[in-house]
T-cell receptor, first 119, second 120 residues
Framework: EAGVAQSPRYKIIEKRQSVAFWCNPI?????LYWYQQILGQGPKLLIQ????????DSQLPKDRFSAERLKGVDSTLKIQPAKLEDSAVYLC?????????????????FGAGTRLSVL | AQKITQTQPGMFVQEKEAVTLDCTYD???????LFWYKQPSSGEMIFLIY??????QNATEGRYSLNFQKARKSANLVISASQLGDSAMYFC?????????????????FGKGTKLSVIP
């Protein structure tokens, strides 16, 4: 079974430029998550989708970040314009469900991430 | 208040020895799950093991076991027979399952991680 695919693996941009990340979840996984991981910290949830609907975007800086999950499969996360503090690893994860009582269905599987450097 | 606390920024262990990585958590939700992930230098977060708050027995997965002490609110990861490939960052995470957990309910909250180095 293929895992979560993310691209690109690395991206270097200058501040005020825009950037987009792509994620393809594990086949059959209804829930997709985007996390931001700043160096030395654990991942922080940015946005969560259930199929193509947003479940939680309370920690997404909506003035510059946007995300979509068209057709309930692939997802893109965009930053426009980027700031220096956006330098981080952006991780995508997926799970079968997000509100299942059976914890096993809620296990999140992660991609390799995109390492963003904003200069 | 932090929901997940990992007090060991770094740990060293001799190859083939066992090591315990500490994790304490804070929640008033009676229903929750605790998860451990491994993050090698390549960056991918690899799921290792999970424990539900109502599970009677400690979870085990191969060389990984979870020492779950509910009254102490701790969920320590034990790695037996350490291997060089175990060198990585290890993150403890919690997911609250209750309906009254408020905004962000059901999301995974991570600790700051512990860097494990296995010495040959």
């Amino acid at each position: 079974e293929a895992g979560v695919a993310q691209s690109p693996r690395y991206k270097i941009i200058e501040k005020r430029q825009s950037v987009a990340f792509w994620c393809n979840p594990i086949s059959g996984h209804a829930t997709l998550y985007w996390y931001q991981q700043i160096l030395g910290q654990g991942p922080k949830l940015l946005i969560q989708f259930q199929n193509n609907g947003v479940v939680d975007d309370s920690q997404l800086p909506k003035d510059r970040f946007s995300a979509e999950r068209l057709k309930g499969v692939d997802s893109t996360l965009k930053i426009q314009p980027a700031k220096l503090e956006d330098s981080a690893v952006y991780l995508c994860a997926s799970s079968l469900r997000h509100r299942a009582r059976d914890l096993a269905k809620n296990i999140q599987y992660f991609g390799a991430g995109t390492r963003l450097s904003v200069l | 208040a932090q929901k997940i606390t990992q007090t060991q920024p770094g740990m060293f262990v001799q190859e083939k020895e066992a090591v315990t990585l500490d994790c304490t958590y804070d929640t008033s939700d009676p229903s929750y799950g605790l998860f451990w992930y491994k993050q090698p230098s390549s960056g991918e977060m690899i799921f290792l093991i999970y424990q539900g708050s109502y599970d009677q027995q400690n979870a085990t997965e191969g060389r990984y076991s979870l020492n779950f002490q509910k009254a102490r609110k701790s969920a320590n990861l034990v790695i037996s027979a350490s291997q060089l490939g175990d060198s990585a960052m290890y993150f403890c995470a919690m997911r609250e399952q209750g309906a009254d957990s408020g905004a962000g309910s059901y999301q995974l909250t991570f600790g700051k991680g512990t860097k494990l180095s296995v010495i040959p």
